[in-house]
């Protein structure tokens, strides 16, 4: 497997620095549509600059380009600028074009993505400010602990009160508590223990992963449950092959980097038994389906899904020899390539339909659709597997 630095250095990260960056209003634009329109008035996300905060940290960290600090940088200030609500803590949800604030909840999984945007700049650069930004918003998660049954609760409003809507999106169940959520609460306690080891943030990443082995993780299937009560009752019978693969190498690496050798040893069994029931979802052609629900499955082919695909089965090849596992990482790294990757307009497409067709419907950038999970999937083959 190659060509990983090729597809993030000229196709993916060039398109966000040519094309997505706000010279009129600073930052970075909010959308461009499914068939490479630029809505240069699209409000923006918290989540998209967040990840971008992330990738491009990530990127200057691992392969030490200038033009990927200075995007880091543009990303940081304008997070800090305009998103940090300076009156209640947290990040809004969304801010219109100019950069004011539209959408002022407070979603944990926002909060989430802000300790890791800022955890890996701060790894990347050593700017202390972004460290002190991390560590405030680890506590500010903190906050949203349910001490009685465990586990984060998943939005409030904008000055951290009990709110009735806590969807992550239209799609989602409204739920108190998520697998998602909890899912990327975790990625970003792995990145900051990494450079903050106080006790508190290692006790709340134990109790997390513990939480997943408890509570979210189906003992039977390996599958994840994905929304629950207040009370860990299972409130929906869908599944996700995209996030299990992806949860799959994440529980590993959390283990991993805490350094607690009898929890990874209970862990990178479990991380693998999740990666096998994960491999359900892979179909003829290479690639991952995105879900089922009952005997219905959704054979889209999403873009993070096969990226978070590769990665996955990767980790299950190396923590257990199977070699199926990394053959099955190969066929989807083809796959990507030959059907996902856009090199015509630059990064991916969102996805293709049980068909084949491209879907246009769907964002080439926007909210959701951001250099995060294809960016990473690059750089975890180069750095962790050495695969240029």
């Given at each position: 497997m190659?060509?990983?630095?090729?597809?993030?250095?000229?196709?993916?990260?060039?398109?966000?620095?040519?094309?997505?960056?706000?010279?009129?209003?600073?930052?970075?634009?909010?959308?461009?549509?499914?068939?490479?329109?630029?809505?240069?008035?699209?409000?923006?996300?918290?989540?998209?600059?967040a990840r971008?905060?992330?990738?491009?940290?990530?990127?200057?960290?691992?392969l030490?380009?200038?033009?990927?600090?200075?995007?880091?940088?543009?990303a940081f200030d304008y997070i800090l600028n305009h998103f940090i609500d300076t009156a209640y803590g947290g990040a809004y949800w969304e801010l219109d074009y100019k950069g004011?604030?539209?959408?002022?909840k407070k979603q944990v999984y926002v909060q989430g993505f802000m300790l890791y945007g800022f955890s890996e700049f701060y790894r990347a650069t050593g700017n202390s400010q972004a460290l002190e930004q991390a560590i405030l918003f680890f506590h500010l998660i903190e906050k949203c602990y349910d001490p009685e049954a465990g586990g984060y609760f998943e939005a409030y409003t904008r000055e951290w009160q009990p709110i009735e809507d806590?969807?992550?999106?239209?799609?989602?169940?409204?739920?108190?508590?998520?697998?998602?959520t909890h899912l990327h609460i975790l990625e970003p306690y792995t990145n900051l223990c990494r450079i903050w080891k106080d006790e508190s943030l290692?006790?709340?990443?134990?109790?997390?992963?513990r939480t997943f082995k408890e509570h979210i993780l189906d003992k039977e299937t390996h599958h994840l449950h994905l929304f629950f009560d207040e009370h860990w009752r299972v409130k929906s019978t869908a599944l996700s092959y995209g996030h299990d693969i992806e949860a799959s190498w994440l529980l590993y690496e959390a283990a991993e980097v805490l350094g607690d050798e009898p929890l990874l040893e209970e862990i990178k069994p479990l991380s693998v038994c999740i990666a096998r029931a994960a491999v359900e979802g892979l179909e003829p052609d290479g690639s991952m389906i995105y879900e089922r629900e009952g005997d219905h499955k959704d054979k889209e082919r999403h873009w993070w899904v096969q990226a978070e695909a590769v990665v996955g089965l990767m980790y299950a090849w190396e923590n257990t020899g199977d070699h199926s596992?990394?053959?099955?990482?190969?066929?989807?790294w083809t796959y990507i390539r030959e059907q996902i990757t856009d090199p015509v307009n630059g990064e991916w497409i969102w996805s293709r339909r049980d068909d084949g067709t491209?879907?246009?419907?769907?964002?080439?950038?926007?909210?959701?659709?951001?250099?995060?999970?294809?960016?990473?999937?690059c750089l975890e083959m180069i750095e962790h597997f050495n695969l240029k």
């Open positions: 190659n060509g990983f630095t090729k597809e993030l250095t000229d196709n993916i990260l060039p398109f966000w620095i040519n094309k997505m960056q706000d010279n009129t209003y600073d930052g970075f634009y909010g959308r461009m549509d499914g068939q490479n329109t630029l809505d240069p008035y699209a409000n923006k996300g918290a989540i998209l600059n971008i905060l992330w990738t491009f940290s990530a990127a200057y960290r691992i030490q380009r200038p033009e990927y600090k200075a995007m880091a940088e543009r004011n604030p539209v959408h002022t806590m969807r992550l999106s239209e799609k989602d169940a409204n739920e108190k508590k998520t697998m998602n290692l006790k709340a990443q134990k109790r997390l992963i596992f990394k053959v099955a990482a190969e066929k989807v491209v879907n246009t419907r769907d964002d080439k950038a926007g909210f959701w659709k951001c250099p995060y999970h294809n960016g990473r999937m």
